[in-house]
């Protein structure tokens, strides 16, 4: 875990610290969930959506690393993909998996992939 999410795990307090992700509240958007933890200015420059949503996918990649630093759902989408195509925050819940078969339509899955 990068610094920048221990930090932000400790702003949120412990509670966050000892819930397991899938102890989320799954009826919450992903939105809510880092308002929560640290605002809408953890997204949004002075908490204003962006035009074309670079600033956001900046600040998702300081919290959590770029795509090629993650599991094989997310590497062959470096350079291609920005968080938000597929982890839409005010749209999909916590825990919520994001599917494939908007862009692809040979009826991949993320378990597929991975493996
Ligand atoms: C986890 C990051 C995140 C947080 C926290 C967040 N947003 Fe967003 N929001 C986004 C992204 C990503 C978009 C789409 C960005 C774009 O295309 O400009 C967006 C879009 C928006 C939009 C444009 C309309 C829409 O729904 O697409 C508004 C308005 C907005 N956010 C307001 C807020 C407000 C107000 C808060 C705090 C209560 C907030 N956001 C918190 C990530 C976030
Ligand atoms: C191609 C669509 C796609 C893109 C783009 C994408 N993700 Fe994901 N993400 C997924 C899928 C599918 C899963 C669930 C399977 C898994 O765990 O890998 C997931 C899982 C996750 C999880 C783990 C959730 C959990 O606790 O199990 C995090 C955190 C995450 N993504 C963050 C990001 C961030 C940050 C970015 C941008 C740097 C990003 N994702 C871009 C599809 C995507
Ligand atoms: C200020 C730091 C920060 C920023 C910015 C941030 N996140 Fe997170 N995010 C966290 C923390 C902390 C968690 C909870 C621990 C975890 O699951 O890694 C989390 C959890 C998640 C999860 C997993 C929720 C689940 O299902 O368990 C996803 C998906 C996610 N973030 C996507 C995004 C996306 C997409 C963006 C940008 C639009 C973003 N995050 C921006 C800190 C951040
Ligand atoms: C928002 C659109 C979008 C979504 C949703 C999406 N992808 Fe992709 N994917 C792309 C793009 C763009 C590329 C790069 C161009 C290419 O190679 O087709 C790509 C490439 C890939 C590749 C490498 C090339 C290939 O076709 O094998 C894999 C593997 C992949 N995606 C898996 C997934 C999986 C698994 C999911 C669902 C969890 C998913 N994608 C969801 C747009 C998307």
Known sequence: MSK???????????????????AFAADETLSDFHTEMGG????????SPSA???????????????LDEMNDVHKPHDGNLMCADCHAPHDMNVGQEPTCDSCHDDDRTAASVLK
């Open 4 to 22: 920048k999410i221990l930090s932000a795990l400790f702003g949120a307090g412990l509670a966050a610290l000892t819930m397991s992700p899938a």
């Open 40 to 47: 809408c200015e953890s997204c949004h420059d002075e908490g």
């Open 52 to 66: 074309d949503g670079a600033y956001e996918f900046e600040q998702c990649q300081s919290c959590h690393g770029g």
